[in-house]
């Protein structure tokens, strides 16, 4: 049971331990109890009812030895990006899966050939993406250049942006604004999944 969890999504919707209480016909000692950890284990009978009355998932009651499931989240796979579009239109969505809240991702890509395998990131691999306009140099991330999108290291400098592959057989992508190119970065790289092989 996640009492930070509860005690934050409780203060968001100023709901009082007593209305709780009211709320869910439990007794204000138990609610108290709960909050403040004394009652380390409360029946499942009792999480729910909290979490129902609180709008929270229902909670995935820990077994020893048993691995509980993590909550996920619909995750958009996106594909091509024309631009001036917002990254999540729907004309770009592909495809959805289902993600780990945990990673915090916005969105995700398929990894097409092998221009990031020395990252371990392979052809057809699920790459997913916390959206963001900027990222630190080195990381990789998600960039959009005119209508696609790439995967690879950002280096910025007065003047310039490099993208850099993952894989030598790839040369570093100069852009500079002499170029005319629209460039944009979409979000930073924070975990991937690969297929079977």
């Known amino acids: 049971m996640d009492i930070a969890r509860i005690k934050k999504q409780l203060k968001e919707k100023k709901i009082t331990y007593e209305k709780l ?34 709008g929270l998932q229902t909670a995935i009651i820990s077994i020893k030895n048993i691995e509980p499931l993590p909550m996920t989240s619909k995750i ?8 001036g579009e917002p ?24 990894a097409k050939g092998d221009s990031m395998i020395n990252a371990r990131i392979f052809d057809g691999d699920i790459v997913y993406i916390k959206q963001q306009p900027d990222v630190d140099n080195g990381q990789i991330a998600a960039v959009q250049i005119d209508d696609s999108a790439t995967l690879k290291r950002v280096y910025k400098f007065p003047g310039k942006v ?36």
């Open 162 to 197: 490099i993208l850099r592959a993952e894989n030598p057989k790839f040369q570093d992508i100069v852009i500079t604004a002499e170029d005319n190119q629209e460039v944009r970065i979409l979000g930073r790289a924070v975990f991937f999944t690969s297929i079977v092989r």
């Open 21 to 54: 209480a009211e709320i869910t016909g439990l007794s204000l000692g138990t609610i108290k109890s709960i909050m403040s950890g004394k009652t380390a284990n409360p029946r499942i009978e009792t999480v729910n009812a909290i979490n129902e009355a609180i």
């Open 76 to 83: 958009p796979i996106i594909g091509t990006i024309a631009c």
């Open 87 to 110: 990254i999540l239109a729907e004309e770009n969505i592909l495809d959805y899966i289902q993600a780990d809240q945990r990673l915090h991702a916005d969105f995700a890509l398929i």
